[in-house]
């Protein structure tokens, strides 16, 4: 499905946890954990509006410092998830460095931390070397975005911890037809993106659309209504659904609590930290196997399964959880790249 999500993981599933997605026709990308982010250009990190951070365990947060370096001194405003504890986490690392140059540096850093019930904000402004402002509480009914694009959702689940896991749902998805636009003379570009949010914030269809683009090194644009674009190049499907679940125990509470949660998601990123037959290791370390990780997929119903967080002790044996995680699902798990040649090898 089409879709204007497009996410992959980080690294390959031996590594640091963290999921990297980027908004198609939106200079915008979220993260999911922060893990070492070295992969990751300063251009993607730079896009980089929102993060959803599971915990604070060090694989899942020690990539804080390199985000925050690439974004110092830019004219950005980045809001950050997490559980209960998150703003203290946040508040230390920044205490941790010195800030006696930055006061003409426009970064804001927005925190909210995540509690049954209700989220607790504040934020550090960097001109203000990240003295933190409480922005005080609110309710909290397991949203936490909703724009006219998409929604995104947590719960909490027990990792010893308090561990939270998001759901990334597009409201609806636009299709341009391109054969259509053709026919019309119209090149694609970011006025595409332009129209797709108009329609999302549902603006009226009598609405004028200006519709600009570069063409042969002159700015072209069209006048045209927003109902007859909609008709004319749009076409509508339901949208696409991510879910991302990591470092948790298989218990019953957790398993309904994942199983809502990731309902009928299209891609489901699950970890799957040990083989089944380590299973008491699993229990004892509060994570999944990668059969528990199937079992889950095949009872939300998603399309596609994505495993992720593999212990080291695995490393000669990627093919052996991806079967076991096969065949509890029955359906598709991505094998990415490297670890299929990790698996080969």
């Known amino acids: 499905m089409a879709s204007i999500f497009h996410a992959r993981l980080i690294h390959d599933p031996f590594n640091d946890p963290g999921v990297f997605v980027r908004l198609q026709w939106e200079r915008r990308a979220f993260l999911f954990d ?4 070295s992969p990751l250009p300063p251009g993607e990190l730079l896009k980089v509006t929102d993060v959803f951070i599971s915990h604070a365990h060090m694989d899942h947060f020690i990539g804080f410092d390199q985000l925050l370096r690439v974004l110092l001194g830019r004219e950005k405003a980045l809001r950050l998830f997490g ?12 205490k941790g460095f ?21 989220i607790r904000s504040a934020s550090f402004p960097c001109r203000e070397r990240f003295e933190r402002r409480d922005l005080g509480r609110r309710p909290f009914h397991g949203v936490l975005l909703d724009e006219p694009l998409f929604i995104v959702k947590t719960v909490h689940l027990d990792h010893r911890i308090p561990c939270l896991a998001f759901a990334l749902e597009e409201k609806v998805h636009l299709n341009i037809d391109k054969d259509r636009l053709d026919n019309l003379g119209w090149p694609v570009g970011p006025w595409l993106g332009e129209l797709k949010r108009q329609i999302q914030e549902g603006r ?13 090194e002159k700015v072209e644009e ?10 004319q190049v749009v076409r509508m499907r339901e949208g696409q659904k991510i879910a ?6 298989y218990s019953e509470e957790n398993r309904a609590k994942v199983v809502k949660l990731a309902k009928d998601a299209d891609l489901f990123f699950c970890e799957a930290t040990y083989l089944e037959r380590d299973l008491d290791k699993a229990e004892e370390r509060y994570h999944l196997t990668a059969r528990q990780a199937g079992s889950l997929a095949r009872e939300a119903g998603n399309r596609k399964l994505v495993l992720f ?6 490393r000669n044996e990627s093919r052996e959880l991806y079967r076991e995680a096969e065949e509890a699902f029955g359906g598709a798990v991505v094998v990415p790249l490297k670890s299929a040649n990790a698996a080969s090898g």
């Open 98 to 118: 010195t800030w006696n140059l930055v006061d003409d540096y426009p970064l804001v850093l927005e925190v909210h931390e995540i509690h049954p019930g209700e």
């Open 204 to 216: 009226p269809d009598e609405s004028l659309f200006v519709a600009r683009w570069r063409r042969d």
């Open 34 to 37: 922060l893990g070492d982010l």
């Open 222 to 231: 069209r006048v045209v209504t927003l109902g007859e674009l909609k008709v």
């Open 244 to 249: 991302y679940v990591t470092d948790i125990l």
């Open 83 to 94: 559980p209960p504890g998150i703003l203290g986490h946040v508040e230390g690392k920044l």
């Open 309 to 314: 967080h593999f212990s080291p002790r695995y």
